[in-house]
Nanobody
């Protein structure tokens, strides 16, 4: 059974920092590309950052320079380190494991609220 479990969400002040984690089980983690997505209320889910199985990185323009994605294959974990939070970053953050175009698994999401 495949499971992706996100953690680390919560309330963060504008300009603050936070790190999200996603632990995967039931897959050969190192063979999967991993991604972080987010969905704000009333909006579509959007891609935030991805890291391939060979650790190539990509970011959406809205988070470039503020968010850093990384992975630890020994711990089956992908991270999203975020600094300089802004209110528009408030969303539920999801991780996704992807292998090829047809195999993908989602986590249940973790809520991040940016507020003073």
């Amino acid at each position: 059974q495949v499971q992706l479990v996100e953690s680390g969400g919560g309330l963060v002040q504008p300009g603050g920092s936070l790190r999200l984690s996603c632990v995967a089980s039931g897959i050969s983690f190192s063979m999967y590309a991993m991604g972080w997505y987010r969905q704000a209320p009333g909006k579509q889910r959007e891609l935030v950052a991805t890291i391939t199985s060979s650790s190539n990185l990509s970011y959406s323009d809205s988070v470039k320079g503020r968010f850093t994605i990384s992975r630890d294959n020994a711990k089956n974990t992908v991270y999203l380190q975020m600094i300089s939070w802004a209110p528009e970053d408030t969303a539920t953050y999801y991780c996704k494991a992807q292998r090829g175009p047809f195999v993908g698994f989602w986590g249940q999401g973790t809520q991040v609220t940016v507020s003073s």
